[in-house]
């Protein structure tokens, strides 16, 4: 079974620092990886797609990169806002019909 | 913007009763999922449906649960009994599907259910 391993599970930092969530997956197979959003009692949020022939996607301050050799992505979020306080949660999906396999998330953070 | 629509958003119900949820998913989403996320972990998929037909109900507890997408557009998903350990938030996804990469999922805001 494909096993989803996020690292931190918690992270806690003052505005403006740049952070970096990291996610990790067993499954060798890969058809994308996505990373999503999800404030506190509601649904996900899609934050960035990346197709297995990719090795990164930018929207924004956020960026997400792939590697596949080792079996992990990287979420950097660039110059950190409250706003940005929620879970970040990514995704593997094995191949074009795969089932999603997530992460337990990282719960983020920002204090003024 | 589209938003997949879910309800109830909450549900409290005492064990061995019946539960049902609602989705509505993006108008021309062809994939419908239901996801199950109890607290602290991330969603795991209970039912993938393309159009009408169920593509992975794999991990769908089918003694208790069931899933419909009759017309290929809304879904209902059913517990009977519902037990204690069902309590967690589900959460219906729908994507335009197919083979063409553009498998973002668009999740719905939820239904959070409390068994007692």
């Known amino acids: 079974k494909q096993e989803v391993t996020q690292i931190p599970a918690a992270l806690s930092v003052p505005e403006g620092e740049n952070l970096v969530l990291n996610c990790s997956f067993t499954?060798?197979?890969?058809?994308?990886l996505q990373w999503f959003r999800q404030d506190p009692g509601k649904g996900l949020t899609s934050l960035l797609l990346?197709?297995?022939?990719?090795r990164e996607q930018t929207s924004g301050r956020l960026n997400a990169s792939l590697d596949k050799s080792s079996g992990r992505s990287t979420l950097y979020i660039a110059a950190s806002q409250p706003g940005d306080s929620a879970t970040y949660l990514c995704a593997h999906r094995g191949s074009t019909l795969g089932r999603l396999y997530f992460g337990r998330g990282t719960q983020l953070t920002v204090w003024p | 913007e589209a938003e997949v629509a879910q309800s109830p958003r909450y549900k409290i119900t005492e064990k061995s009763q019946a539960v049902a949820f609602w989705c509505d998913p993006i108008s021309g989403h062809a994939t419908l999922y239901w996801y199950r996320q109890i607290l602290g972990q991330g969603p795991e998929l209970l039912v993938q449906f393309q159009d009408e037909s169920v593509v992975d109900d794999s991990q769908l507890p089918k003694d208790r649960f069931s899933a419909e997408r009759l017309k290929g557009v809304d879904s209902t998903l059913k517990i009977q009994p519902a037990e204690l350990g069902d309590s967690a938030m589900y959460l219906c996804?729908?994507?335009?599907?197919?083979?063409?990469?553009?498998?973002?999922?668009?999740f719905g805001a939820g239904s959070r259910l409390t068994v007692l």
């Open positions: 990346i197709q297995s022939s990719q």
């Open positions: 996804a729908s994507s335009i599907g197919g083979v063409s990469g553009a498998n973002v999922l668009t």
């Open positions: 499954d060798s197979a890969i058809y994308n």
